[in-house]
């Protein structure tokens, strides 16, 4: 597995097994699932209360399906880790971070350097999402 | 015009600082190409058959003068002294160097310019009516609503990956001069019944390979919803819009394939779930855009006449001038479009130029049209033969708006790399084969594209050229019959295709055809959709 590099939560890393969306429905006691590009992210909203890790996988940076099922879970209230997996590289950190992911385990490690600086890049941003960043409408207007 | 408060500045500034950052990795080899394209894309830097192209956002297509200034001397300083304006209403450099784009993006942002998001497959630079603010014939200024997108499509955490680009236009009056309805997504600003003001969602039109004209998905989307309503639209997109095959990838395929009341069921679906999110800016923040775009200080009681001795002059007023919605008024068009000239181009010292008798004349203010030429919104009917000498001996006088010379043509094959034909030697043919015949010919609008990407947005000329690839050789092919106003439709082929003569003549035929058919006061487009396809065929391959 691939290790996790960057992770902004502190409690204590889920170690199961994720398993795919299909499988996820019929164990009743999983707590990882895995969603593929093709998952339809909202399979898993009967089931957000025993969910305790979510890896979206990016098979390749291209395909951004996986930005809009992370919102769709933080929209629906999930708390627990989301975290990114694949071709995930320092410039899709911060727009993955404001979507909800709070885990990254990118299959080529990233610089330090660099993803320090991804998250800094900007200064505030225009669209509100689930995260705690103000809109900059929100900020003109209070 | 919109003005940048600390935030939006803050940015751009920091777009400037990331893409420096990024062009520096790529140059010292640790970001690999193929991870820096997407990258490089989004700044709108292209990497063309001989160089970079830099394609540099001008929003709904409006500038000011500093504005446009800048834009001149940037085609001094770091290209070879021209600029090429485009069917998006934005500028393109042809011939950049890596190394400095960073600082040319630097020299944007301080003028409240950018580069943001105008290629890769993200929401590109909003479009909008070219007369906007300016013409009796609209509802209000669509502008403010463009704005409100432009700042909720840059840099969206969620839609920078989307399964192909993404072009959006707001137009509000019913004489669409934006191509709305050829859009992934586009936005007439209307009046309902009990007398609000709305957005009508027309959602997955496009050209390209297979041309679709948007259906109206919602005919009234309430003012304060407008973002979270388009938030739904590109969330169904993002999710189940095809990445399997480019070709295949734009809304319009969606859309068409899911069928428009399956699309629009989903996104119903999906809006009434983002209602809940507190994705909305208040209408406060489009009150405090809307102030912005207050009309510049018109003067009152000035002369509505003009006077017309010179000739030349009166035929420039004609067919450049527009009517203002102020007494004392005109919106003129500065064609860049001379006689076998390059569709388009403008020199620095010309783009220098407009931008000083933007100042003189017309309130600082410029647009760009998506049929590339450049329009100075508000001259005094006073001042526009004084304004007429000067765009004269500057060469910028030609008399030829939404004529056959009034060309709108794609870089094609001597610059871009998808290409099948060249564009641009076909459109300067065609330009001198009919210059002098404006009046008797009409309003004619020819497009052409230099292979089926439709940059020239060929199927919506009332007759369209397209470059294909016959055994390795140039071959056109004719479309007539399109249209891209109030009244869109989209062209057909002819029959076989021809080289670079044939087209021509093919073309010359087809106008034959036109003033021995033409009835009245009736368009070429007219005639055609009258009399059909067939005695347009007859003369040219009969
Ligand atoms: S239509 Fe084809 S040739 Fe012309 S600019 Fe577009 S991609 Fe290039």
Avoid at chain 2, 354 to 382: C, G, W
């Amino acid at each position: 597995m691939v290790e996790v590099q960057l992770r902004f939560r502190d409690d204590d890393a889920v170690a199961d097994p994720a398993v795919t969306v299909d499988a996820f429905g019929d164990q009743t006691n999983a707590a990882a699932v895995r969603i593929e590009p093709g998952d339809d992210a909202r399979d898993l909203l009967p089931h957000l209360e025993r969910i305790r890790l979510v890896e979206v996988n990016f098979p390749s940076f291209g395909d951004g399906r996986g930005y809009s099922a992370a919102r769709i879970l933080r929209e629906a209230g999930y708390t627990g880790e989301l975290r990114a997996v694949g071709d995930v590289a320092v410039d899709q950190l911060h727009a993955m971070r404001r979507c909800g992911f709070d885990a990254f385990a990118p299959e080529h490690p990233l610089d330090p350097a660099h993803t320090e600086r991804a998250f800094a890049t900007w200064p505030e941003v225009y669209q509100a999402t689930t995260d705690d960043r103000t809109p900059i409408w929100k900020l003109r207007h209070g | 015009m919109y003005k940048y408060d600390q935030y939006d500045q803050a940015m751009v500034d920091a777009r400037v600082a990331e893409f420096r950052d990024q062009v520096r990795r790529r140059l010292d080899g640790t970001l690999p190409e193929d991870k820096f394209r997407p990258l490089r894309l989004m700044n709108g830097l292209y990497l063309q058959l001989h160089a970079y192209m830099l394609r540099v956002a001008v929003p709904y297509g409006t500038l000011s003068s500093a504005q446009m200034r800048v834009l001149g001397d940037i085609a001094d300083k770091y290209d070879r002294g021209y600029g090429h304006f485009t069917t998006r209403q934005n500028i393109q450099y042809n011939w950049i160097k890596l190394e400095d784009a960073p600082d040319i993006l630097a020299d944007l942002a301080k003028v409240e310019m950018h580069a943001i998001q105008t290629s890769g497959n993200c929401i590109r630079n909003i479009s909008s009516d070219q007369y906007a603010g300016a013409t009796a014939d609209e509802l209000i200024d669509p502008r403010p609503y463009a704005e409100l997108l432009r700042q909720w499509s840059s840099f969206h955490p969620e839609f920078s990956y989307l399964p192909r680009k993404f072009k959006i236009a707001v137009i509000a009056s019913a004489t669409d001069r934006a191509a709305m309805r050829l859009h992934d997504i586009g936005i007439e600003i209307v009046r309902n019944e009990q007398g609000e003001i709305g957005a009508a969602f027309y959602v997955g039109g496009g050209m390209g390979r297979t041309p679709m004209i948007a259906p109206c998905i919602n005919a009234f989307v309430p003012l304060d919803q407008l973002i979270t309503y388009s938030e739904a639209c590109l969330r169904v997109y993002n999710r189940y819009g095809r990445r399997d095959n480019k070709y295949k990838a734009r809304i319009k395929i969606l859309v068409h394939e899911l069928g428009k009341d399956e699309y629009t069921r989903q996104v119903e679906a999906e809006f009434a779930h983002l209602l809940s999110q507190g994705i909305e800016p208040p209408l406060a923040e489009l009150e405090r855009i809307k102030v912005q775009f207050a009309d510049p200080a018109f003067e009152t009681g000035l002369p509505d006449s003009v006077d017309r001795s010179d000739p030349d002059f009166a035929v420039w007023v004609d067919r450049n001038t527009a009517a203002h919605r102020v007494p004392g008024y005109a919106i003129v068009t500065i064609s860049l479009k001379p006689v076998g000239g390059i569709p388009g181009d403008a020199t620095a010292d010309q783009i220098r130029l407009m931008a000083d008798l933007a100042k003189e004349y017309s309130f600082d203010e410029l647009r760009v049209t998506h049929a590339q030429n450049i329009v100075l919104p508000h001259v005094r009917k006073a001042d526009l033969y004084a304004l007429w000498t000067k765009l004269d001996e500057a060469g910028l006088s030609t008399a030829n708006l939404d004529t056959i010379g009034d060309i709108i043509a794609c870089p094609g094959l001597d610059y871009c790399s998808l290409a099948n034909a060249r564009s641009i030697p076909v459109a300067q043919k065609i330009s001198e084969r009919f210059a002098g015949r404006e009046a008797e010919i009409g309003e004619l609008k020819l497009k052409i594209s230099g292979c089926i990407n439709a940059c020239g947005h060929h199927h919506a000329g009332h007759i369209g050229i397209l470059g294909v690839d016959r055994k390795g050789t140039e071959n056109y092919q004719l479309l007539l019959g399109g249209s891209e106003g109030a009244d869109t439709s989209l062209g057909q082929i002819t029959g076989p295709g021809f080289d670079e003569d044939g087209i021509v003549g093919a073309i010359e035929k087809a106008t034959e055809v036109y003033l021995a058919n033409k009835q009245g006061e009736e368009r070429f487009l007219d005639t055609y959709r009258r009399v059909g396809m067939a005695p347009f065929k007859e003369a040219i391959y009969g």
